[in-house]
């Protein structure tokens, strides 16, 4: 610090620099005192912390000499009493200056002694300003203050659930400029936000009565005059979106808007005037709304009455026009008239004049087209009779790629409130068209309007709904369950309406034939659907004779509702597939059987839950001969987020943690469903299966549905039959029990298998099915004998168990060159049968996918065991194990024999660099130890 100062009488002169210097650098890290025990005085002390991945912050600055200067240059011309008094300060005369250039933000804030909030700071800040008060003038006037950033980056605390910060400034900067003068009121301030061009930016006037703003603000400034002027220039909302992200909370947005506001008058008694454009804006929730069109908006309000003025258009051809109106009073909302009511005569018209609604992208993405006209009128808001008028007209309708309808046209009418501000809501639809039938539906309902601005429905009391169909194809609804349904048509028939209140009935009856419906996540489409839907007036609902055709499968049944207005009350259903039209079932693509058999349903609407019976008196399901390899499922995956191009600090800045589940289930809502299935007789039957199932009557299934799906119950195994590398299991009679995740049920089952030389081979699982240990299956036999000799004999026979396969000789039998070709050639068949069954289960279970397995023997009849796990696409590593020799006895007069072999062990890693060259490193351990490095081509067809 380096200031001057010189007093002459009562004149002051003072001028200096104040230098914030950085301080000295801290010495090298040195290494831990602290050792763990047994460690040398020259080993560190390593703990897990400093081996676990920690994210990096960003480095901190370097920080050299003076990080901040302040240069002050003042006079005072009359300075009087004591100087450690405020009251001298309060009444002194004179000018001063301050310049303070280029301080360095992120060396301040590491130099400061308080922690701030914010987990970045860095960038320089530059602030100047010159300050005056003359003889009677109680605040000193300012002049020439400007205050800027440059290279500003800034981040807000880390969020401990994300590790990212809360919000992220790295390409913004900031200017601030004004002044003030004391003895007139009068002020100018103007803020920019830029990047490399302006983002926004604010200036302002102000003509403010300063001695009444410092005695009562509150007062003061809704008189004080202001004239002000928000831009913001036209831009790409992505590019703005990506200047500042604020975590989970940062819209991700694209196409292009642009922002005008003017402000003039007091805040009592305003002249606002707006302009907003806007093209082809959209979110990712979806396509834009406006696709191609740009929309102008104009806003002029004048303290009283608003009027708003928009424009969507496309070239010279303007397609939609709005107007509205809204009276609304400044000194109302202010508190300066308190009888004035502070919203009044709101109104809206709007015109649609020939829209093409493939210009929607949100409808051309559902295959709508056809253009749209109509007017819709909305009057006196706020005030004793509001009133809705829409009509609107859809000439050449198109409902995805076949229904079109010459006659299309929607209504909605709200008329003005009657006694008790109660009123009826009525709309209507209707379709008429050669190929699509005609639809004809009307609801009315009761309403009042909440405020007189909100309509709102009542109860259901006099409402009423009627549908008329007449050769309708629900292949017009095919846009509106895309996603969901792949297909959905067939030819709709008849009336029904529902009335409740005064209106109460039930009535009509309805038909459906040449149904087809195909459900995304089945994949197995029905066809030839046909149903009669009768309705009585005590709210009955019959449907019979219900019927769809699968592939060669039928499925037959029927029901009956029970309805209270439009509540649900109770219900039963009927489901059959008769023998010989067994159903096949398929999910995602991939076919799973075929099955037949009888279901009942019987469901009824308690207090809080619908509770579900459901009766399987018998069940067959006949498997495929083989599932092979599962398709990829072609549902969203909840990891990915699509949005615009983002840098990776932006993309840690935005990262935002999943909905906690406490969450998801508040926002799953819905009415719980719990459903009681009682099973009879279940067959399974496939080539490599047949078992018999039962329910358990003491712990029937119990299925809660509520957010989450939680299932609890047994399911008996009576018996059954199962083939396991090519050998016959039988399963004796166990149970599977589901505890809650249908995923994962605790298993007790045993099967056996009776060997041609009269062993039993028992195989045990007691416990839940993942994960799959040790201590959870057991492999024994009757004789006992050792586990290992059990699962050689289960996976390569008894020849094999006992030494004698592939050349082996068993005791007191000597060996031939024939037998040890036979032996060779079954070793070989044997263990390509056993690699083949190992490969196939390895394949059904997911994390086990990328291994594969192959068993083999070498030419002293060892066993050979490799283990290959695909790494990517282009690496594969593997592992392989071989035995020493299985012969162990020797013939008579035979030379005898090296019976102390090692066995061998040999790791590689093969890289395919190319389509037909790879790399391939090995390391052989055990017998004939060898490291080797290959380059090889293959031929891929």
Known sequence: MNVTARLDGEALKADGLVRLLAPPEPPPAQAREAQRPGATPDEAWTTAFDTAPQQKPPPPPVCHGAIARVLVDGNAARLRGPLLSARTWQTVTGSARMDADAWQLGCLAQASPVPLALSELAGRLTARLAVAREAGERLPSVRDLLVRTEGLRAAGPIDEQTGAPAWVSRKLDARLAGDLDAKTGDAHVTLSVFDRQLVAELSAALDADLPALLADPAAALPRTAIAAHLRVPRRRLNDLTELAAFGKRTPVLSGSAGLDVYFAGKLAEPRVVARATAANVSGTTGPSLLGK?????????????????????????????????????????????????????????????????AEVPVLADMQIGGEARGEISVRGLFEAAPEVRAHLQFPGLTLGPDARYETAEASLDIAPPGGAGRTAAVASVRLAGRDGGRLEAKAQAPMVWDANAIPTLTDDRNASVSLAVDRFRLRALEPFVQGSVNRLDGTLDGEVRLGLGAQAGFSGEMRLEGGVVQVATIGQPFENASFRVAASPSGELRIDDLRADAGNGQVRGNATLQMEGFAFRHARAELSIPRGRALPIALEGVPMGEVRGRVELAAEKRA?????????????????????????????????????????????????????????????????????????RIGVEGDMVQASLSGDRAHPLRIKIAGETEIRGNVNIVSGRLEVLGKEFEIEPGVVALQGDPSNPFLNVRAYHDTPEGTRIFIDYVGQLNPITEDKITFRSEPPRPENEVIAELLLGREFAEGTLAGGTSAGQPASGSGSAAGGVAASVGTGLASAQLNMILQSIGPLRNFETKLGTTEEGALKTTVGYQLGQQVTASASYEAGPTGQGQGPGSGGGNTGAQA???????????????????????????TSLDLLWKHRY
């Open 293 to 357: 069109l740009w929309v102008d908006t104009l806003l002029v309000y004048d303290g009283r009455d608003a009027a708003l003025d928009a424009y969507a258009f496309r070239g010279p051809i303007t397609y939609l026009r709005a107007k509205a109106k809204l009276g609304a009073d400044a000194a109302a909302f202010l508190g300066g008239a308190p009888s004035a009511r502070r919203f009044s005569n709101g109104s809206l018209e709007a015109k649609i004049a020939d829209l093409p609604l």
């Open 904 to 930: 061998r062990t040999e790791v590689s890693l093969e890289w395919r660099f190319r389509r037909d060259w790879s790399v391939r490193a090995a390391m052989a351990t055990g017998a004939n130890p060898a």
């Open 608 to 680: 809080e839950e619908i509770a579900v019976r459901v009766d399987v008196p018998s069940l067959d399901l006949t498997l495929p001969p083989t599932i092979g390899r599962s398709v990829q499922p072609l549902g969203e995956n909840p990891d990915i987020t699509t949005s615009a191009p983002l840098s990776q600090k932006d993309y840690e800045a935005r990262r935002a943690p999943a909905e906690p589940p406490e969450q998801a289930k508040e926002s799953a809502g819905g009415t719980p469903i719990a459903m009681e299935v009682h099973l009879g």
